[in-house]
């Protein structure tokens, strides 16, 4: 076990703990965001830099601070290291510029993007982001795509993370590429739709941080904040059949994977909860599912506006 | 003329056969090595002689081969990285086109050295001939049994391959080259863990330039303590300088380090001075990715001492008045020149050779080529300079690989020199426009 202190707070965690672990261990405030480390898919972190933290002692034996900023997903913790996110100025001015980065060419297009309400850049943009841009020049665009008949790609909105790459990875031994050509024209290429014909492909929107990959089968029919997300099962074969049904009134909308508060797919029977092709896309009828009851959701999201307050909440009552 | 180590014979006919790269003293090194010393000895050898990385950062080559981790049972390698690719550095080019035997024998020693029993000398994809001469040249060594299985009776074997990238820039940074050596998208890895411990498929690997390949040589048949005492301080050994630009004699000149930058640029047995009698105005000293220097800062430094050829000089004073020998692509601009237009054509190569992994190099290279486009053709504000000092210090230092840096460093640095030529850009519009920089205008050709 190693010492570390994050923000002024101190905890013990395993050798070999990356920073962001280590703060989550803690949770709260002191979590850096995270775009595209993904702690159920091995290979991502490091790319999307909104992570950084500064390290201003490096170790009990080696107490020099880091001279650069550190991708906290990607860089391990050591015995007595002192790492400073929130109160870091220097990390907060860094983040606002990593977030102005993935804004400039983003299409800002949220009124009829289908992520809106738990899109990750939309919180990201919100805390970080400036009021105004100051790119002048065209975005970037392409033409959305069709990943097998079940999903849409909007590369306008893709931010680069590579986690749906490397979904495509542990799915299939048969990816041949994931991203096409290099910097800004970059772009998550249809070689994927080639290579996936795989019941789990579907697992490639929940992964998605951004309105990039979104569900065919719910394009359009709703925003997310009108439904009542229900954790509800089946008896699949194929996946765990848990899952997350989004409702409204007696209708399912969509089906989802159920996520942590990091939107990562949570451990169901020990194995990383993601859900087949058959419950995401087919399962839309009521009578297939065993509804358990009301998924539980951060009152500070707008997807929990209206739903879960009682009327005598404090809440409620400040609205009338 | 100055001394000449790598480059001694690089004019004699068919020295790029083996039996005349041997009569003029080829392959001494390899039997010196193999014979009568161990693989330790030669990388005390290096360690001695003070060899720095040729290929741009200056790291101690024999501290690198030290940090090569051993385990047992696992294989070691030892690359080459010849994916010159800096704009301004042609260098490795030439001793690779002229003598590609001094390659051959500076990588069989290394490897020796390293305990690697399978190297690789990953070439850039534009060098498709200089893949052809290089692999004739590896034939002819192992016709002549300095490669393959157990060389001149030593119990060493190694064999030699030569691997042809796809002309990417990225891949000139160590860890994007292992993975596109293992066929896959040059990406550059995190790290750490560094390629020392886990590098190419996984096992322990050293990455070194072609020069310091090279260099090798030298110091094995004359000793690590006689090279060292060329040059001064901690900047040992000759230097190979790929000068390009307004100069009367432009070209890849062998120096040792420590000969002022006056005598480099004005003396008779290197560039000759600026061409056409003009003044010089700035000049890069290490390839594209170093900051700029003003005129007044190239041969003196900021505190008025001469400048020297050496790491140290060219970086007395840091970013602010001072710059780095990068790689040794010495670009001379005349009084002629265009900063802006320069600064411009720079940040483009920068944004095309982005690799597009990490979001502050993806977006802020292709962000700093658009605004300097419209500052160079004359639709730019004021405020315009401002915000790429700012996009410049969101991207360094906040990526994965060295790119990031490379781009936004030329920027800041011409921003800082020449920031009235960027406002006379915005304030004479017109007049930036019809003005001809020495270049053949588009519409005369």
């Keep these: 076990m190693v010492k570390v202190t994050i923000d002024d707070v101190q905890i013990e965690v395993e050798e070999g703990t990356s920073i962001l672990n280590a703060a989550r261990s803690v949770g709260g405030e002191i979590v850096p965001p995270a775009m595209c480390y993904y702690s159920k898919l091995p290979g991502t972190g490091g790319k999307c830099r909104t992570c950084l933290v500064e390290v201003a002692q490096g170790s009990e034996k080696d107490p020099r601070p880091m001279p650069k900023l550190v991708a906290s997903c990607s860089t391990n913790v050591m015995d007595g290291m002192v790492v400073k996110n929130k109160t870091s100025e220097r990390v907060q001015q860094n983040r606002g510029g990593v977030v102005e980065f993935l804004l400039i060419n983003h299409p800002l297009d949220c009124p009829i993007c289908d992520q809106a309400g738990e899109c990750h850049l939309q919180d990201l943009g919100f805390e970080h982001g400036g009021a105004k841009t100051r790119y002048e020049e065209?975005?970037?665009?392409?033409?959305?795509?069709?990943?097998?008949?079940?999903?849409?790609?909007?590369?306008?909105?893709?931010?680069?993370?590579?986690?749906?790459?490397?979904?495509?990875?542990?799915?299939?031994?048969?990816?041949?590429?994931?991203?096409?050509?290099?910097?800004?024209?970059?772009?998550?290429?249809?070689?994927?739709?080639?290579?996936?014909?795989?019941?789990?492909?579907?697992?490639?929107?929940?992964?998605?941080?951004?309105?990039?990959?979104?569900?065919?089968?719910?394009?359009?029919?709703?925003?997310?904040?009108?439904?009542?997300?229900?954790?509800?099962?089946?008896?699949?074969?194929?996946?765990?059949?848990?899952?997350?049904?989004?409702?409204?009134?007696?209708?399912?909308?969509?089906?989802?994977?159920?996520?942590?508060?990091?939107?990562?797919?949570?451990?169901?029977?020990?194995?990383?909860?993601?859900?087949?092709?058959?419950?995401?896309?087919?399962?839309?009828?009521?009578?297939?599912?065993?509804?358990?009851?009301?998924?539980?959701?951060?009152?500070?999201?707008?997807?929990?506006?209206?739903?879960?307050?009682?009327?005598?909440?404090?809440?409620?009552k400040t609205i009338k | 003329m100055g001394r000449r180590i790598l480059l001694e014979n690089d004019h004699v006919p068919g020295i790029e056969t083996i039996d005349v790269y041997r009569k003029h003293g080829g392959y001494r090194s390899v039997e010196k090595a193999l014979k009568k010393m161990s693989p330790e000895q030669v990388v005390e050898e290096v360690q001695k002689s003070g060899l720095r990385g040729r290929g741009g950062a200056g790291f101690p080559t024999g501290m690198k081969w030290s940090f090569l981790a051993k385990p047992e049972g696992v294989p070691r390698y030892l690359l080459c990285n010849a994916d010159e690719s800096e704009p301004g550095t042609f260098k490795d080019r030439y001793l690779m086109e002229k003598i590609p035997h001094l390659l051959i024998e500076g990588m069989i020693v290394s490897s020796y050295a390293l305990g690697a029993n399978q190297s690789y000398i990953y070439i850039r994809g534009e060098y498709m001939w200089i893949l052809d001469i290089l692999e004739k040249a590896i034939a002819e060594a192992k016709a002549a049994g300095f490669l393959g299985k157990n060389i001149l009776g030593s119990g060493y074997d190694l064999e030699l391959g030569v691997a042809p990238g796809g002309g990417a820039y990225i891949c000139g940074e160590e860890t994007a080259l292992i993975e596109s050596l293992e066929g896959k998208r040059g990406n550059p890895r995190m790290k750490p863990p560094f390629p020392a411990v886990k590098g190419l498929w996984g096992c322990p690997t050293v990455v070194n330039n072609v020069e310091s390949i090279a260099a090798v040589v030298p110091i094995v048949n004359d000793g690590g303590e006689e090279y060292a005492k060329i040059g001064i301080g901690k900047s040992t050994g000759t230097k190979l300088i790929s000068a390009s630009g307004n100069l009367v004699r432009p070209g890849v000149y062998e120096i040792d380090m420590g000969i002022s930058v006056e005598e480099f640029i004005y003396g008779d047995d290197y560039c000759r001075g600026i061409a056409y009698n003009k003044k010089m105005k700035a000049c890069v000293p290490g390839g594209s990715s170093v900051p700029i220097l003003p005129a007044h800062l190239v041969t003196k430094t900021a505190a008025g001492e001469d400048r020297l050829m050496t790491y140290e000089s060219l970086a007395d004073g840091g970013f602010a008045s001072g710059s780095m020998l990068g790689s040794g692509g010495f670009i001379v601009f005349d009084e002629d020149q265009c900063i802006v237009r320069n600064t411009w054509n720079f940040a483009r190569f920068y944004a095309h050779e982005s690799c597009g992994q990490c979001s502050p190099c993806r977006e802020g290279t292709g962000w700093m080529e658009k605004v300097l486009y419209r500052l160079e053709h004359g639709t730019g504000n004021l405020h315009d300079i401002d915000l790429l000092a700012e996009i410049n210090k969101k991207i360094e230092g906040n990526t994965i690989c060295p790119l990031g840096d490379a781009a936004a460093w030329p920027v800041a640095a011409a921003i800082r020199h020449f920031r009235e030529e960027f406002e006379w850009h915005v304030t004479n519009r017109e007049e930036a426009q019809r003005k001809n920089y020495g270049l053949l205008k588009e519409s005369v050709a």
Aim: net charge positive; proline share 3%.
């Design chain 1, 138 to 316: 065209d975005r970037r665009t392409f033409d959305p795509i069709d990943i097998g008949n079940k999903i849409k790609l909007h590369m306008n909105r893709c931010i680069l993370c590579y986690r749906c790459v490397h979904v495509a990875n542990q799915l299939t031994e048969s990816r041949v590429h994931g991203v096409l050509h290099r910097g800004e024209h970059a772009e998550i290429s249809t070689y994927i739709e080639n290579a996936i014909e795989n019941d789990f492909s579907g697992n490639m929107i929940d992964v998605c941080p951004v309105g990039a990959l979104t569900d065919k089968t719910f394009r359009f029919k709703s925003r997310v904040w009108f439904l009542k997300p229900m954790e509800a099962s089946c008896e699949c074969t194929k996946c765990s059949g848990k899952a997350v049904v989004w409702m409204f009134g007696n209708e399912i909308y969509r089906v989802t994977a159920r996520k942590d508060k990091y939107g990562e797919v949570e451990d169901q029977d020990g194995k990383t909860g993601w859900i087949c092709n058959d419950c995401r896309f087919d399962k839309k009828d009521v009578s297939k599912w065993n509804v358990e009851g009301p998924r539980k959701i951060d009152r500070h999201s707008v997807i929990s506006q209206g739903h879960y307050l009682s009327p005598r909440s404090g809440a409620q």
